[in-house]
């Protein structure tokens, strides 16, 4: 089940504290319910997928199509529709909710969400240029990414060259993220650490692609508490 993503929101950054007194930053997740729209066979395609809206929208917002589309689906309207491929499809069917429970047995997920936006921003700020020398005949240039370009062949600054721009507003992915717990009644999600984006980002999760072995935090700390009930003799 844990092969498809749901999409939440960012709510913000807390703190989980454990027995031992440790206490690891978290960022909260208000994650949303996925209705299976679409069953995509073999047959059909070529191809297993499943096909999952979420969000609700009003009918007013809609085109024709995705209104006859959903009548015949026989379900409420969807603000996104996204495709997920699956190994075998006996598990879903038409109609069925997916929520938190799809990450039920999951320790560690990937995420994808869009960064904070920082406008236009300088060489040095956007690239980490370390700039000119401020003093010894440089001028009205100390902030400046010095040249970019040639003078006759080929005459053209290349794309992708670094230099001042837009910076941030782009979409990331952070892998391995440990969930710390989770809040079914309330449909929030606690991650470990912090991820990218301002509060009340659209957030993508799903099971990590990664196979990882690491310990999660409640393993290490059992660990300790393990290691503390051997006798000191034992331990040399």
């Known amino acids: ?126 690239h980490n240029f370390s700039g000119l020398r401020a003093s010894h005949g440089v001028s009205v240039s100390h902030r400046a990414h010095g040249s970019t370009g040639q003078n006759q062949d080929p005459g053209k600054v290349f794309k992708n060259k670094k230099m001042a721009g837009h910076m941030g507003n782009k979409l990331r992915t952070m892998q391995n993220i440990e969930i710390i717990k989770s809040d079914d009644e309330n449909n929030l999600l606690y991650l470990k650490g912090s991820i990218p984006g301002s509060k009340n980002t659209e957030v993508i999760v799903k099971k990590s692609v990664k196979n990882i072995r690491k310990l999660t935090m409640s393993e290490k700390i059992a660990e300790i508490e393990r290691i503390k009930k051997i006798p000191e003799k034992k331990k040399k």
Do not use: C
């Open 1 to 126: 089940m844990s092969e498809i993503s749901l999409i939440g929101k960012k709510i913000g950054m807390t703190r989980e504290f454990y027995k031992t007194g440790q206490s690891v930053p978290v960022t909260v997740i208000k994650m949303e319910k996925g209705r299976i729209i679409d069953i995509v066979s073999d047959e059909k395609r070529g191809y297993k997928a499943v096909q999952v809206g979420y969000g609700k929208i009003k009918n007013s917002k809609i085109s024709k199509a995705m209104k006859g589309y959903f009548a015949k689906k026989n379900t409420e309207p969807k603000k996104k529709l996204k495709e997920f491929r699956v190994k075998n499809l006996e598990n879903y069917k038409e109609g069925n909710e997916l929520g938190l429970e799809i990450f039920k047995d999951v320790k560690f997920v990937d995420i994808r969400s869009t960064t904070i936006g920082k406008g236009f921003a300088g060489a040095m700020k956007r």
